[in-house]
C-alpha cells in the first residue's frame, strides 16, 4: 500500500530540500494581456470586419483601432492585424457591428430630396427612396443638394466609398446644366481657364454646350466633391443655373433608369468601379 503511493507521488523530496519550479508554474502565472486572444487565427483581421461592416475604410479602421474606439468582446483592442471571428462581438465606439453582404444600389434622384439618412426638420429624404432597396445599411456616396437631380450611388463599402469621393481618384461627374441665361462664348472660356472659387482652385474638366438645345444648356465636366460646386462656377462668371442634373457619376450612367428609381448594379459596373 505504502509503496504504491510512492510511486505514483514520485520522487519525494527530503527536507530541507526545495522543489524545483517547472516550466508549467512559470506559464500559469503569466501576467495576462489586455488584448483577447482570438480563438482562431485563421479569422478575419480586425480592419476588414469594420470596413465589411460599412463603417468607415481600412485604413480609417487602422486609426480608429489605434486610438481605442474598438473592443472585441468586452476588452479593448488596439493591435494592427488583430483576428476576429464572425460570432465575437465586436463594437465601435460602444455600438455592435456585424460584416455585411455589399450592397451597391443607383438612384437616380428626383429634386426635393435632401442627401442625407435623416433630417431633424422631417424633410423627404433620399433614403426614403431606397428604403425597400436592401436590408443592410446603405448610405449614399457624395452628396447632391435638395434641388439637384440625376445619378447617386449607394452602398455599405466602405473602402468603395472612400475610393469614389478622394479627389486624387478624379472620378469624373457630368452635369447638364440649365441656365437662366444664354452662355456668352467669352464667359465659357473663361471657364475653360483657371477658375479660383472661395480662395480654391476648381478643375473643370471640360465644358460645352448642349448640343441640339438652345446656349442655355450646358454640359459641364468636373472631378471636384465640394459643395454647391457647379451652382457657383457659373455664378462666379454671372449666371444662375435653374435646373441641375448629374447625368454621369464614375462611368454610371442614367440608362434605362427613370427619375426617382433605383437599380442594383450589374457586375460589370461594380467591376469597373473597383479598377478606378
Avoid at 429624404?125 to 425597400?132: G, I, P, S
Wanted: charged content about 30%.
Amino acid at each position: 500500500m505504502n509503496s504504491s503511493k510512492k510511486s505514483s507521488g514520485g520522487r519525494q523530496a527530503s527536507k530541507g530540500n526545495t522543489p524545483q519550479r517547472t516550466n508549467s508554474f512559470r506559464k500559469d502565472f503569466k501576467k495576462p494581456s489586455t488584448t483577447p486572444k482570438p480563438t482562431d487565427v485563421g479569422g478575419i483581421r480586425l480592419n476588414k470586419f469594420i470596413s465589411n461592416s460599412g463603417v468607415c475604410s481600412r485604413r480609417e479602421a487602422d486609426t480608429y483601432i489605434e486610438h481605442g474606439s474598438v473592443t472585441v468582446n468586452g476588452k479593448l483592442v488596439t493591435e494592427m492585424g488583430y483576428k476576429v471571428q464572425k460570432t465575437d462581438d465586436v463594437r465601435f465606439d460602444g455600438s455592435s457591428i456585424t460584416p455585411e453582404q455589399k450592397k451597391y444600389v443607383l438612384l437616380n434622384k428626383p429634386k426635393n430630396y435632401i442627401t442625407t439618412m435623416d433630417d431633424e426638420r422631417g424633410r423627404k429624404t433620399v433614403m426614403d427612396l431606397v428604403a425597400n432597396a436592401a436590408n443592410e445599411r446603405i448610405y449614399p456616396v457624395g452628396r447632391l443638394d435638395r434641388m439637384t437631380t440625376g445619378l447617386l450611388l449607394f452602398t455599405n463599402d466602405g473602402e468603395l466609398a472612400k475610393k469614389l469621393t478622394h479627389p486624387k481618384h478624379n472620378v469624373r461627374k457630368l452635369y447638364h446644366a440649365s441656365l437662366d441665361k444664354k452662355l456668352d462664348l467669352r464667359d465659357m472660356e473663361k471657364l475653360r481657364g483657371d477658375v479660383i472659387i472661395e480662395g480654391k482652385k476648381v478643375f473643370i474638366d471640360a465644358v460645352s454646350y448642349v448640343e441640339g438645345q438652345t446656349k442655355t444648356e450646358i454640359g459641364i465636366e468636373i472631378h471636384s466633391g465640394r459643395n454647391r460646386i457647379v451652382r457657383k462656377i457659373f455664378e462666379h462668371v454671372g449666371y444662375k443655373v435653374v435646373k441641375l442634373d448629374r447625368v454621369l457619376f464614375a462611368g454610371l450612367t442614367k440608362k434605362n433608369l427613370p427619375r426617382g428609381r433605383w437599380r442594383e448594379l450589374t457586375n460589370q459596373e461594380l467591376a469597373n468601379l473597383q479598377m478606378i
